[in-house]
């Protein structure tokens, strides 16, 4: 009788085991599910000073289309709004808006980013979209767009900036790939 | 009534042994996960670790840009505050009183777009040169760190305007660090 009631209890304390057992594997499998999940959704890490420093010094570049009178030339931004615009207009010198920033934003962004072989870089993606916010949906449009290089992996680094062109703003993004 | 009572008690034994072992042995496979997945967490911080450094060190950098001694001061050409006076660089290169001015072992501002022009920058020379050395107290000043900034200047052709190019400014030193 007593034999008995001592395997009882043993097998009890044994339950008692198994349930603590199952109960900190479910926590642990829980907790590894929200870490993973959570460190995917943080898209900060993909945030680049050097990027973002980049871009800004891009904004500012003076390009040589003069848009009213000689001497007046367009940064990179007011040229990016101008060829989103007025995608035909002409600079003083001749070539249309679109053909001029085409041509100075590629030989900034070849002269900045090496890519290719012999560079920690793979390729680069520079987009520039208008962005308006209407009451139940987002207008979104391309003014430019430039691609170099395989930029399809996922090890990447990237930013963007914004200037107010109204009624809505340009959205000017690069992302450069490794 | 005895001898059924013993034999029932041992296998109820090797069956709780057998539980506990298979327990355990899980506990030891989840203790193993948990270990590679956080060295390769940790890893990862690492990395971060150095990134974030790295982003601190091109801020600071930067910050040289923004200098009294060096910036572009009108702010409606230069909305980031990150452009230097290339005028303001070159009289700077010239008086070497200011070497010892932002506490660094070498301070370098290299042209990047436009390509034209190659060596070391003048008062007379540029925009036909690549580079403005500031500061070079030592061959030895170890890796530098640098940022975008924009050159700016005075372009006295077609009645004069102001024109901002690509730079990029390459630091090394205590006044960093």
Redesign the interface.
């Known amino acids: 009788m007593r034999?008995?009631i001592?395997?009882k209890k043993?097998?009890e304390e044994?339950v008692g085991?198994?349930l603590i057992?199952v109960v900190?594997?479910i926590i642990?499998v829980v907790f590894?599910g929200i870490f993973i999940r959570s460190?995917k959704s943080q898209d900060y890490?993909l945030q680049?000073?050097?990027v973002h420093?980049?871009l800004?010094?891009?904004?500012?570049?003076?390009t040589d289309c003069?848009l009213t009178y000689?001497?007046?030339?367009a940064?990179m931004s007011e040229l990016i709004a101008e060829c989103y615009a007025n995608p035909g207009k002409k600079c003083l010198s001749g070539v249309t808006d679109c053909q001029a920033l085409n041509s100075t934003l590629k030989?900034?962004l070849d002269?900045?980013w090496i890519v290719g072989e012999n560079s920690a870089y793979t390729g680069y993606v520079f987009n520039s979209t208008y962005q308006e916010n209407l009451t139940s949906f987002i207008v979104k449009k391309q003014a430019i767009s430039v691609l170099k290089g395989n930029c399809t992996g996922k090890s990447f680094r990237g930013d963007e900036v914004f200037f107010s062109n109204p009624p809505g703003k340009i959205v000017s993004s690069f992302r450069v790939c490794f | 009534m005895n001898s059924y009572?013993?034999r029932?008690?041992k296998r109820?034994?090797l069956k709780?042994q057998e539980?506990?072992f298979v327990?355990v042995a899980?506990?030891v496979f989840?203790g193993i996960v948990?270990l590679v997945?956080f060295s390769a967490?940790l890893s990862g911080m690492k990395n971060?670790v150095n990134t974030l450094a790295?982003?601190e060190a091109?801020?600071i950098v930067?910050k040289i840009a923004s200098s009294p001694e060096l910036t572009w001061a009108d702010k409606a050409?230069?909305?980031?505050g990150?452009?230097i006076d290339v005028d303001k660089a070159l009289i700077m290169k010239e008086r070497k009183s200011y070497a010892d001015f932002w506490n660094l072992d070498y301070l370098r501002i290299d042209r990047?777009?436009?390509?034209t022009g190659t060596g070391e920058c003048t008062l007379g020379g540029y925009p036909n040169c690549r580079t403005i050395i500031l500061v070079n107290k030592t061959d030895s000043f170890g890796a530098t760190s640098s940022?975008?900034?924009?050159l700016?200047r005075w372009e006295t052709a077609?009645?004069?305007?102001?024109?901002?190019?690509?730079?990029r400014i390459y630091a090394s030193g205590n006044g960093i660090k």
């Open positions: 034999k008995r001592r395997n043993g097998q044994m085991f198994v057992v900190v594997a642990m590894l460190s890490k680049s000073v050097d420093q980049f800004t010094s891009l904004m500012e570049y003076t003069s000689e001497g007046d030339y940064d030989g900034i002269a900045s | 009572c013993a029932y008690s109820g034994q709780i539980m506990a327990l899980i506990m989840f948990i997945f967490y971060d790295e982003d091109r801020q930067r050409t230069c909305g980031s990150a452009c990047i777009y436009p390509t940022a975008y900034v924009s700016c077609n009645g004069g305007y102001v024109k901002c190019e690509i730079g």
